[in-house]
């Protein structure tokens, strides 16, 4: 039965133990670019001993980040900036891992502690796009709806994303489908209203991200692994659901997705979540059982006997943390002293898989 400490190898990667940094904004990038702030973040979380280190959601194009201060990777000056943090994540032993993303409708937002909401376009704010004119809130930018030639020029960027990526040194590639952002808001009928190939069945609502998660496996090599992350359900009347979540991963794992990171909700304001721990872990039970691929488990998940019995309960594979590592980057270091007192890893092997650093 795999544990937490476990090993875990996903095509050429092998992960030191299944501890996963979520992708957290840190809103603290310069014209996209990375700083010694992300330098510091990734790195600290590297070095308290996480198996993943996956970046913030990086935009595609200047228009896909969801604030000013957002990360991106739609220049080729944002490479060597994200170079020294790769290599700085790999020589702690540690796999860097980065987060492809677009905002679609709810790009052009306010950092959360300028209290959030729409960046006029007075304001360095701009023209957020989505599959439909339909905003995502009373206080968000009304988005335009996108052109079918401007649907593939935004899959081209993500292509040339994921080919800089590689170039920066990621390890991992994992695609943006969640929280309401562009994917996601396609494959929802209450942001997705379009009558042509896009919109309407079940088919044409996750067509963009099947051909955009396509294009991207193509562009990144085959021994290194690619997840997505899905917002697993709308929690929300007439929203997209759980059991589109399980057909969609199917058809991902067919165009060689190894892993769905599960995630919920964020697509509209309206959502009645029942948030509490392990909340979302159902997601990524049912869509590693029925779809028979890797999944990992994010939301609400705090303490390693939690955490640990999740993997050994085959309910995912990995466990995604976001902000208990914000308190603790030594978590993973802390989680292997506490399970290893109910037996999991003898000390010596708890420490080795959770921090050994691989430093030259
Ligand atoms: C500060 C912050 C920034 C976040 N940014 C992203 C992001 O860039 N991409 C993403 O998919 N999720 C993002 N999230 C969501 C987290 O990755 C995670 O799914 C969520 O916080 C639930 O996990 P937790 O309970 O361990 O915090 C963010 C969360 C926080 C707290």
Redesign the pocket.
Known sequence: MPHMFEPLTVRGVTLRNRICV????QYSSVDGHATDWHLVHLGSRAVGGAALVIA??TAVEPEGRISFEDAGIWADSHIEPLKRITKFIEEQGSVPGI?I?HAGRKASTKRPWEGGGKLPLDQNGWQPVGPSAIPFDTDYLMPRELTLDEIGAIQEKFVAAVQRSLKAGFKWMEL?A??GYLCHSFHSPLSNQRSDQYGGSFENRVRFTIETATKVRKAWPQDLPMSV?LSCSDWADGGWTIEESIELSKQLKSLGVDLIDC?SGAGTPHAKIPVGANYQVQFAEAIKREAGIMTGA????TEPMQADAIVRMEQADVI?????L?RDPYWPVHAAQIVHKSDAVSLPDAYHYAAYPKRK
Do not use: K, N, T
């Not at 979520?22 to 904004?25: A, G, Q, T, Y």
């Open positions: 979520s992708p957290m904004c913030e959601a987060q993303a943006h969640a929280h992350r995630s994010v939301g609400m998940i995604f943390l976001a902000r208990e914000l």
